[in-house]
């Protein structure tokens, strides 16, 4: 199976502080995307950010930037000034051959204020 | 609004009973997914379909088949379930080389 690898099981961040989420991936295809999921307490999933692999430069989404690294296959997720509602679960998922789709196991932000 | 519908919340099926689990889309997609999500695994794909008719084993499929007779229905079957199959499910669909997957609410089933 493609593999996505998120290390981090759980992790505290000081409210307005910033943060990195890691992720990495395993593919040998040329064309992916990458994504990164909020998982509240209520259980949606709610996209936050997209990464395509031929895109030049770091996608950004309001407070949630993604530093794509396309040698290291990385494509962590910077939340920036942290806020009590970011605590959740954060996915990191890719989408390879345009339609599989596969997910890390996720990574559990406390936001402390 | 888009929407990914799941036919239960909450489920209870006993050891041996045969389960269905349905999901929705009506964005006329064309790919949809079946994802079971246990704590400290994320979400481990099961199947996926990418046109009617059409599936794919992903990473765990054992136990289970799926069903797309309809372009806007994917469902899940559980032909024989056991206390190992309790679980969140999570049904997604998207349209080929689109940003992005759309979720049902989960269909969190237990089986005793």
């Known amino acids: 199976a493609q593999k996505i690898t998120q290390t981090q099981p759980g992790m505290f961040v000081q409210e307005k502080e910033a943060v990195t989420l890691d992720c990495t991936y395993d593919?040998?295809?040329?064309?992916?995307?990458l994504f990164w999921y909020k998982q509240p307490s209520s259980g949606e999933m709610i996209f936050l950010i997209y990464q395509g692999s031929y895109d030049q430069q770091n996608a950004t989404e309001g407070r949630y930037s993604l530093n794509f690294q396309k040698a290291r296959k990385s494509a962590n997720l910077v939340i920036s000034a942290s806020q009590l509602g970011d605590s959740a679960m954060y996915f990191c998922?890719?989408?390879?051959?345009?339609?599989?789709?596969?997910f890390g196991s996720g990574t559990k932000l406390n936001v402390k204020p | 609004d888009v929407k990914v519908t799941q036919s239960s919340r909450y489920l209870v099926k006993r050891t041996g009973e045969k389960v269905f689990l349905e999901c929705v889309q009506d964005?006329?997609?064309?790919?949809m997914f079946w994802y079971r999500q246990d704590p400290g695994l994320g979400l481990r794909l099961i199947y996926f379909?990418?046109?009617?008719?059409?599936?794919e084993k992903g990473d765990i499929p054992e136990g289970y088949s799926v069903s797309r007779e309809k372009k806007e229905r994917f469902s899940l079957i559980l032909e024989s379930a056991s206390t190992n199959q309790t679980s969140m499910y999570l049904c997604?669909?998207?349209?080929?080389?689109?940003?992005?997957?759309?979720f049902g609410q989960g269909t969190r089933l237990t089986v005793v």
């Open positions: 998922a890719a989408l390879y051959n345009f339609n599989k789709f596969y």
């Open positions: 379909s990418y046109d009617v008719k059409m599936k």
């Open positions: 593919t040998s295809d040329p064309s992916y995307g």
């Open positions: 964005m006329d997609h064309e790919n």
């Open positions: 997604a669909s998207t349209q080929t080389g689109n940003t992005e997957a759309f």
